[in-house]
């Protein structure tokens, strides 16, 4: 997997422009680390995941993180949310604001009890933003090489 994963990577990064094949002679075993999916190369950080990896690390983040997600996103994947839109739901959004605001990430917990359904949540939030918004803290962008993803993380 190794191999294929460094691959993947250097032809991505020689077919974007980013290296040419002579930037890229560096010893495989000085670019990898202990858990084969993040390699640091030409002075820059990736990440190579497989699809399945990559929807782990992206629902991993997700849960994570669920408090930094949009009030009114959260509340649309709560019991608490009307389809119509009145005072009721604006007066829930601004308390989950304030919530979000104060605890940060200790409100965690708590918006995660008023999610309905986790795996809906997660599913629509990849659907909006992609997994290289969760993924790639660079540039948020989900690039394919093959058979795997690769997202520029510094």
Known sequence: MLSAKYEALKNYLIE???ATA???TEDVSAVYNENWK???IIGQEYK?????EANEETADYIKESLWAFNAEFILQHS?????TTNRKDEEIIKALRYMQGVLCES???LVKALISDLETFISDAIEADGRGHFISSWDGIENESGDFYIYRTN
Do not use: H, K, Q, R
Request: charged fraction near 35%; hydrophobic fraction near 30%; aromatic fraction near 10%.
């Open 79 to 83: 019991s608490a949310y009307e389809e």
């Open 22 to 24: 002579e930037e890229l």
């Open 38 to 40: 993040t390699f640091e």
């Open 48 to 52: 190579v995941l497989t699809d399945e």
């Open 107 to 109: 409100a965690n917990a």
């Open 16 to 18: 974007s422009g980013e």
